[in-house]
């Protein structure tokens, strides 16, 4: 082990527009939040691989000599980080009894961190460690939870193996890794990812990595460094809903009305763009009640073509009428059909809503200029 103990966290994430049309090559924009997840790993001299995830009652350990015994044989430290093991990945479902494919969130959550755990170990004697992780973030309302996680352990894993540097240096508050370590971070934290959805965009990683706001398109990600600090009211419907359940609503949907869905996209792809270039110009030029008045229409027709689109839900139209009533404008984000919304809130804005929906929260878009884990 490199270090003996280190504390790492990376923040939740929330999709401004494009959610859904991303997905059929469209601009999407996505923002970390200021609620974040935190990580500790503790080096022990006790022969043991604990993992502690208070939030979700998971609490296990190990003997590192049985952990050991799952790598496959003459399989050394993964260089490849662009794809997963499958034979590990099948090794892992069959030692947490999820074989079957069937895995709830403790079970994910183990499995990503086994899977980093003995990936970047593997191939020498495995070190006894503790790692306990707490989250400000809801799990399952599309708030980037789980890549929150995957960061944290990627971070944590790779500077406990040396592959990248300790996180603070004397007299420094916070970590600053250089970019190549970023992208090694995020390289990881897509493993993670990719065990516990399978097939992810790689959005919420990038952001829980580098922070601030990104610009999403077919792929290519492009951290957008210069935003002005939005606040936002952020609501969980505490509704649940399957993301994969969805996104396929939305391509059945698109199959059965091609030519008015792909306009619709198209006018989502034009709002993400008008958006970036509305938060553009509020960094160049004196902020002024118009732009807010550009932003809350655009939130106004995301969400209408959101519903047309077949994700709303009625807890996400109690939110935006009660919200709208008192002039605030609402959208939901991430998959919708339930989960978070986020509702504007200009400068100085005092908020004094009741919504009966679910459980709001204050928290900033941008917290910092740029969030690291």
Request: aromatic share 4%; net charge neutral.
């Amino acid at each position: 082990m490199h270090i003996r103990e280190c504390i790492v966290s990376a923040p939740g994430k929330a999709i401004l527009h494009g959610e859904h049309a991303v997905v059929h090559g469209k601009v999407a924009l996505t923002v970390s939040l200021n609620l974040r997840t935190y990580l500790k790993l503790k080096a022990t001299n006790s022969g043991k691989v604990c993992i502690n995830l208070p939030n979700i009652d998971t609490f296990l350990c190990w003997d590192a000599s049985e952990l050991k015994d799952l790598l496959p044989l003459s399989r050394g430290k993964q260089e490849d980080v662009k794809r997963l093991d499958p034979e590990l990945v099948k090794r892992l479902r069959d030692f947490v009894g999820a074989a079957n494919g069937n895995l709830d969130t403790s079970n994910m959550a183990t499995l990503g961190f086994l899977y980093i755990y003995l990936s970047l170990f593997g191939s020498g004697e495995l070190p006894s460690l503790t790692i306990s992780v707490w989250s400000e973030l809801p799990t399952g309302a599309g708030l980037g939870s789980s890549a929150a996680y995957s960061v944290c352990l990627a971070a944590s894993l790779l500077c406990a193996s040396g592959a990248i540097p300790a996180p603070l240096k004397e007299l420094e508050p916070t970590a600053r890794w250089c970019q190549e370590d970023l992208e090694l971070i995020n390289s990881w934290a897509f493993q993670g990812e990719m065990i516990i959805h399978g097939n992810p965009s790689g959005v919420d990683n990038a952001v829980g990595t580098w922070g601030g706001m990104l610009r999403f398109l077919a792929g290519r990600i492009i951290p957008l460094s210069r935003v002005p600090l939005l606040r936002i009211l952020l609501t969980n419907t505490k509704v649940p809903r399957s993301t994969k359940v969805l996104v396929a609503r939305v391509k059945d949907k698109i199959n059965k009305f091609p030519t008015i869905l792909t306009s619709v996209l198209d006018s989502v792809d034009a709002i993400s763009c008008t958006c970036e270039k509305v938060l553009l110009e509020m960094t160049n030029e004196p902020i002024t009640g118009e732009h807010y008045n550009i932003l809350e229409e655009l939130i106004d027709i995301n969400q209408h073509h959101l519903n047309v689109m077949g994700v709303g839900h009625p807890a996400l139209d109690t939110l935006c009428r009660v919200t709208l009533a008192r002039g605030l404008h609402s959208k939901l984000t991430g998959a919708g059909g339930g989960g978070c919304a986020i509702t504007l809130l200009r400068p100085g804005q005092q908020v004094k809503v009741e919504i009966a929906v679910g459980e709001a929260v204050i928290c900033d878009l941008k917290d910092v200029e740029m969030s690291h884990p």
